[in-house]
């Protein structure tokens, strides 16, 4: 049976996922995500924009003297200065990084990315999904110290997950308008090797990304850029060759830092497609637990020719014990309504460090309205939905 997931919905069954042997292995690391004091007011953590619901230029800094700047921002902010956040001192250990990528090709779907958990090491991955048999693969690695980095911005930055055998790598250079990808693993086992040297263009005039950082509880906070960047190169698995095309095939971008709560739990999706009427057509859409106003903050808009128009709280539908089964979505302005048919799944991460969470990628079908009120149709539209808890005692 479906089940409607909203922003208060996932502290059921799937929420009792507690933290175990992760912690034991933690030693003097833990405590984890210690609780922020309630003493202080918001106004002491956070700045606060002028008015909801409006996109602003972006700041130079991510925090000014002292506070986060919350709010939606034209462009991702140059420089993520959280050591001098207030509400992070003693927590700056304790707040999670990552970038990410989901690739679409005709013939394939791909995963990956490099996530710094703080207390963990360095979490890198790669997942293959082939969309003609059904078979998907994944090349996971723990990285650790030195040979592990999520870069600080993507407008100079560098991730990259190295080992001796291993090597992803992801270079930043949004202010020369384009992001690479560079991967080389070997076979392992039935795994087959990957190889790849791709290259994703991101021009801020014809693509808008969505940029806010924003409020999960009084005194959390979620920083988060999403985009679809047109991609071209080569990736090679086991002895195929698969070729990218700039005007057919795109990469969804995803970055995320968070000051996240003791527990938490998130429904997400994303997708996009090429409409030749209307340029790059898409939209992502994410419900949490702790959200203090799904109203008000949220990451869930929708891209027309690439230009951006934010939205209000969504919902989900679905069945969370038979996740292959097909999704719905909706947004409570009545903007979009999608159904999403999941094809392949991969689960990360372990009941034993307090993690529960599946990936899927699928088909989107389904309208959207623009602002002016247009009904645009989703042609199937291939992209990602996922959902997670995360846990302790």
Same mark, same amino acid.
């Given at each position: !049976?479906?089940?409607?997931?909203?922003?208060?919905?996932?502290?059921?069954?799937?929420?009792?996922?507690?933290?175990?042997?992760?912690?034991?292995?933690?030693?003097?690391?833990?405590?984890?995500?210690?609780?922020?004091?309630?003493?202080?007011?918001?106004?002491?953590?956070?700045?606060?924009?002028?008015?909801?619901?409006?996109?602003?230029?972006?700041?130079?800094?991510?925090?000014?003297?002292?506070?986060?700047?919350?709010?939606?921002?034209?462009?991702?902010v140059r420089e993520m200065n959280?050591?001098?956040?207030?509400?992070?001192?003693?927590?700056?250990?304790?707040?999670?990084?990552?970038? =990410?990528?989901?690739?679409?090709?005709?013939?394939?779907?791909?995963?990956?990315?490099?996530?710094?958990?703080?207390?963990?090491?360095?979490?890198?991955?790669?997942?293959?999904?082939?969309?003609?048999?059904?078979?998907?693969?994944?090349?996971?690695?723990?990285?650790?110290?030195?040979?592990?980095?999520?870069?600080?911005?993507?407008?100079?930055?560098?991730?990259?997950?190295?080992?001796?055998?291993?090597?992803?790598?992801?270079?930043?250079?949004?202010?020369?308008?384009?992001?690479?990808?560079?991967?080389?693993?070997?076979?392992?086992?039935? *795994?087959?090797?990957?190889?790849?040297?791709?290259?994703?263009?991101?021009?801020?005039?014809?693509?808008?990304?969505?940029?806010?950082? !924003?409020?999960?509880?009084?005194?959390?906070?979620?920083?988060?850029?999403?985009?679809?960047?047109?991609?071209?190169?080569? !990736?090679?698995?086991?002895?195929?060759?698969?070729?990218?095309?700039?005007?057919?095939?795109?990469?969804?971008?995803?970055?995320?830092?968070?000051l996240a709560p003791f527990r938490?739990?998130?429904?997400?999706?994303?997708?996009? =497609?090429?409409?030749?009427?209307?340029?790059?057509?898409?939209?992502?859409? =994410?419900?949490?637990?702790?959200?203090?106003?799904?109203?008000?903050?949220?990451?869930?808009?929708?891209?027309?020719?690439?230009?951006?128009?934010?939205?209000?709280?969504?919902?989900?539908?679905?069945?969370?014990?038979?996740?292959? *089964?097909p999704w719905r979505l909706k947004?409570?302005?009545?903007?979009?309504?999608?159904?999403?048919?999941?094809?392949?799944?991969?689960?990360?991460?372990?009941?034993?460090?307090?993690?529960?969470?599946?990936?899927?990628?699928?088909?989107?079908?389904?309208?959207?309205?623009?602002?002016?009120?247009?009904?645009?149709?989703?042609?199937?539209?291939?992209?990602?939905?996922?959902?997670? !808890?995360?846990?302790?005692?």
């Open positions: !049976m479906k089940k409607r997931i909203g922003r208060r919905d996932f502290l059921g069954k799937s929420g009792k996922v507690l933290l175990a042997s992760g912690l034991s292995r933690l030693g003097s690391a833990a405590p984890v995500f210690a609780a922020v004091s309630s003493v202080q007011t918001q106004s002491d953590y956070f700045i606060f924009p002028a008015a909801p619901g409006i996109i602003e230029e972006a700041p130079g800094k991510i925090v000014e003297a002292g506070r986060i700047r919350l709010g939606y921002f034209r462009s991702p959280l050591s001098e956040a207030r509400v992070l001192k003693g927590l700056i250990r304790n707040y999670p990084e990552f970038i =990410g990528y989901g690739i679409t090709h005709p013939d394939w779907y791909f995963g990956t990315i490099i996530l710094d958990p703080k207390v963990f090491p360095y979490i890198s991955s790669i997942y293959a999904y082939d969309r003609r048999s059904g078979r998907l693969f994944s090349h996971d690695r723990l990285i650790f110290g030195k040979q592990g980095a999520v870069a600080g911005n993507t407008w100079d930055g560098e991730s990259f997950a190295v080992d001796s055998d291993f090597m992803i790598r992801f270079r930043h250079r949004l202010q020369e308008g384009y992001h690479e990808i560079k991967i080389d693993i070997p076979q392992d086992h039935d *795994k087959p090797a990957v190889q790849a040297d791709l290259k994703l263009f991101l021009d801020l005039k014809s693509f808008e990304p969505l940029t806010v950082s !924003m409020l999960v509880e009084p005194r959390y906070w979620c920083y988060t850029q999403k985009a679809f960047l047109p991609i071209a190169g080569e !990736m090679t698995i086991g002895r195929q060759k698969i070729v990218f095309d700039p005007r057919r095939d795109l990469a969804g971008l995803d970055e995320s830092r968070n938490f739990g998130w429904t997400w999706g994303t997708c996009a =497609g090429f409409d030749g009427a209307n340029g790059i057509v898409g939209m992502n859409a =994410g419900v949490r637990t702790q959200m203090p106003d799904g109203e008000r903050w949220n990451e869930n808009c929708a891209w027309i020719d690439g230009k951006i128009s934010l939205l209000g709280d969504v919902a989900w539908e679905l069945d969370p014990d038979h996740p292959k *089964k947004d409570k302005r009545g903007r979009f309504d999608l159904e999403y048919y999941p094809d392949g799944k991969k689960n990360i991460g372990s009941r034993s460090i307090g993690i529960s969470y599946f990936q899927t990628c699928g088909e989107y079908e389904g309208t959207l309205q623009d602002e002016a009120g247009k009904t645009h149709s989703f042609n199937t539209y291939y992209g990602t939905a996922e959902q997670g !808890m995360f846990g302790w005692p």
